[in-house]
């Protein structure tokens, strides 16, 4: 597979560093609703998953949840907003950041994304969290302000780099841009707090330290979750382009700083996701949730689709016509796998037909295998359904035929995770089940009777299909 890294600025070949590919994506801060700009990011990096699990992969995706610590700006500066939140809404902090994580993983749910491997809270992290604080704190990397530890950025060699610029370039940057609130006493304007400082009365998301009362700052429970999880150095990390600049530099400092190993090999970002030609922001009043789409008619689904028909390195506007497009593209999709799984008298496969399905269907892989190019394959996937729309005018399609197509749809759904499947009347098997099917039939012709009936078992278990030997050799159909 080949995948764009913002590290060297290159499309590279993916090689995993061991047999399981290890990623880590930034997850939500459960503060407030995530909007679908946000979501954006979780599809990209579930569709990431697919597709190296489609290559056979194994996969162990790591996602973080920031239930504290993340204030407000860029900087270090300002309230946390958790605490905010939860005084607006009169609950604690931490009923209002398990409500939000509560209502997160319901829209993951909605848009099909599978559930990464491990899903840690910050919160349940504080003590490695600490482990990498003092590590930092001995290899001389940090220094005391009155608000907080702060990490000293000017120390660590290649800040900047991933963001292609020298340590002075970003420095000068942000200070153009203003981008950042600067605490009094910082030695540069790229330092940021790994510890911060609570207020005495302060009674909630504080924990005893030995540098005193606090809580983390937001990047290092990135740089101490990773590790806790997948290690020092691992293969993927995902998330937004806004991430680029600040939040991912100081990911790269600390862990690189205090392991003394590369951190990361990939870095794969998502662009921005606009709303009528302008950023999304509550100033503008264009902040849209999965909800607020439900109410104009778009589905979770169609949403996924207007997202996916677009590359994960192209800025996307979001307009009322483009969502409705989308919504109205995937129904056309859905009843085409509803009519084709429903069609088809007994008879044989076209040979033709079976050529042109197979050609769009490894059209559709090499374009999700170069770096996830949805757009060209979505175009390979529509491709094919013309051409056995145009056939099943001329001449009618037979069980087999159709059989192929829908398996054929089904496959590629399984990197893309729209349901497919569910519109599939009869005909469809997923890939791992298939797979099962022909090794059972191999155990069958080495006449191995006993693997044989353990794979049908497992059939019927795991996939709810029935395996019948006829004469002419297995048939399969789904329990009812
Ligand atoms: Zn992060």
Redesign the pocket.
């Given at each position: 597979m080949k995948l764009y890294n913002t590290l060297t600025r290159k499309k590279m070949e993916f090689k995993p560093i061991s047999s399981e590919v290890r990623i880590?994506?930034?997850?939500p801060t459960v503060y407030g609703n995530a909007h679908v700009g946000n979501l954006r990011a979780y599809i990209v990096s579930d569709t990431l998953k697919r597709v190296l699990q489609h290559l056979s992969y194994k996969v162990r995706h790591v996602m973080?949840v920031?239930d504290v610590g993340h204030l407000v700006g860029d900087g270090s500066l300002g309230e946390d907003k958790l605490k905010q939140a939860a005084r607006s809404e009169h609950k604690s902090a931490k009923q209002v950041a398990e409500e939000y994580e509560r209502l997160f993983l319901i829209d993951m749910k909605k848009l099909n994304i599978e559930r990464p491997s491990v899903i840690a809270r910050a919160t349940a992290h504080i003590p490695q969290i600490l482990v990498l604080i003092d590590k930092l704190d001995a290899l001389g990397y940090l220094y005391k302000l009155n608000t907080g530890i702060y990490f000293d950025t000017s120390k660590f060699k290649g800040y900047g780099e991933l963001a292609g610029m020298s340590f002075e370039q970003l420095n000068d940057s942000l200070i153009a841009g203003a981008r950042v609130e600067r605490p009094s006493g910082t030695r540069n304007i790229t330092d940021f707090a790994v510890w911060r400082f609570s207020p005495k009365e302060e009674k909630e998301m504080v924990w005893e330290s030995r540098y005193g009362r606090g809580f983390p700052g937001?990047?290092i429970?990135?740089?101490a979750i990773?590790m806790e999880y997948l290690g020092n150095h691992f293969d993927i990390?995902t998330?937004g382009v806004d991430?680029i600049m600040i939040?991912?530099q100081n990911?790269i400092a600390q862990s690189e700083s205090a392991t003394g190993e590369k951190f990361v090999n990939f870095w794969v970002h998502n662009e921005f996701l606009k709303v009528n030609g302008r950023k999304m922001s509550k100033s503008l009043h264009n902040i849209y949730t999965l909800e607020d789409l439900g109410k104009s008619g778009i589905s979770p689904e169609g949403y996924k689709y207007f997202v996916l028909s677009g590359h994960y390195r192209s800025i996307m506007n979001l307009t009322t016509e483009s969502l409705q497009n989308a919504e109205k593209t995937l129904n056309g999709i859905y009843n085409f796998i509803e009519r084709v799984s429903a069609a088809g008298t007994e008879g044989r496969i076209d040979k033709a037909l079976e050529k042109e399905v197979n050609t769009a269907r490894d059209r559709f892989f090499s374009w999700m295998e170069n770096d996830m190019n949805t757009p060209e394959a979505l175009s390979s996937m529509h491709a094919l359904i013309s051409a056995v729309n145009r056939r099943a005018s001329s001449s009618r399609l037979s069980d087999k035929d159709s059989a192929l197509i829908i398996n054929a749809m089904v496959e590629m759904d399984s990197v893309l995770g729209l349901s497919f499947e569910k519109h599939a009347a009869i005909k469809s098997i997923a890939p791992a089940a298939m797979k099962l099917i022909n090794e059972r039939e191999d155990a069958r012709a080495q006449k191995d009777f006993k693997k044989a009936d353990r794979l049908r078992n497992e059939l019927a278990e795991s996939f709810g299909i029935i395996v019948e030997d006829g004469k002419d050799g297995p048939v399969w159909r789904r329990a009812t």
């Open positions: 880590y994506s930034c997850g973080n920031t937001w990047h429970e990135c740089s990773s990390h998330g991430h939040h991912h990911e």
